[in-house]
């Protein structure tokens, strides 16, 4: 197959825009798509330090490649890469994720589970069971990141969060009838480090394409814990979906940002935390899992 474009040989084709893109013509894309997520939403402004969140693997790799790209030259505008290692047997390659910031020039920070908290996701696996590994590690990483990179004095942590994760975690949800998730905005607190996900528009299998032309030594190793996931599900009923119509990823990626459009959300008082003074509506999730434990 052709470029549309160009006319050089293709080497993808996007079945919702009907287009097949060579390789020059694929990158100008993703890169436009991206930048317009980031313009649209207003991400990123003068004067800002971007914490990118890195697991080491194709997302996060492809978002730090793609952010030092654009803005690692500019002055008003600081990247640094930041890896939560959870503690989990096998999975998680703090120095292949260093490895990968290094090689972009970018200073390298990391944080993990055992030390900030005493334990690690393997001993709450042991200690509660593999069927709550997933909310229990979301919890304590994003609480985590937040006060690894407000403490790095970041201003913006950028997650590369794709397409096909929006549309899960919309879908996800739906699902569990979770209407305050659904509907909830961002709520700028005091304490609170605002995410941005500039990958928003673009499909994983794109992000994975743009990530294997252009990152070197990103990992692919899956959590041992993913097939427990409410996601993994999700993922494989949307993706059969999706097949058959092939806009279905956008539809629910705008209908979860057209539920959060009009709600409002009242608690605007600044919450900070009783217990980790993170900003949280009483005492945060994280430190009920922390008691939790100790227990
Ligand atoms: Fe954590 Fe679940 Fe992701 Fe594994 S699959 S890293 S347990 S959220």
Request: a positive charge; charged letters at 25%; aromatic letters at 8%.
């Amino acid at each position: 197959m052709k470029c549309s474009k160009c006319g050089s040989d293709a080497i993808l084709f996007q079945n919702y825009s009907g287009m097949h893109l060579c390789e020059n013509h694929f990158i100008a894309d993703f890169e436009s798509r991206a930048k317009k997520a980031i313009r649209k939403y207003r991400w990123i402004s003068q004067g800002d330090r971007i914490a990118v969140a890195m697991s080491g693997g194709k997302d996060s790799g492809a978002l730090l490649h793609f952010l030092t790209k654009v803005f690692g030259e500019r002055r008003d505008t600081g990247i640094i890469a930041i890896s939560i290692d959870e503690g989990i047997q096998g999975y998680r390659d703090i120095e292949a994720v260093r490895h990968i910031a290094e090689s972009y020039n970018v200073p390298f920070h990391s944080a993990s589970f055992k030390d900030s908290y005493g334990f690690t996701l393997d001993d709450i696996v042991e200690r509660q069971g593999d069927r709550i590994s997933c909310s229990r590690c979301g919890v304590l990483r994003r609480h985590l990141l937040n006060k690894t990179a407000r403490e790095l004095g970041a201003t913006k942590i950028a997650l590369g969060f794709n397409l096909d994760d929006e549309a899960q975690s919309v879908l996800m949800n739906a699902l569990r009838g979770d209407a305050v998730t659904l509907t909830r905005r961002q709520v700028m607190r005091e304490g609170f480090v605002p995410r941005i996900r500039p990958f928003i528009n673009l499909p994983e299998r794109e992000v994975a394409l743009y990530a294997t032309l252009n990152v070197e030594g990103f990992v692919e190793v899956g959590c041992p814990y993913s097939k427990n996931a409410l996601r993994a599900d999700v993922r494989e009923i949307l993706n059969i979906y999706n097949y058959r119509h092939p806009s279905t990823k956008y539809a629910l990626v705008n209908l979860g940002e057209e539920l959060k459009t009009p709600a409002e959300d009242n608690r605007t008082e600044p919450g900070i935390c009783p217990g980790c003074g993170e900003p949280s509506f009483g005492e945060c999730q994280a430190c009920r899992i922390v008691k939790e434990m100790k227990r």
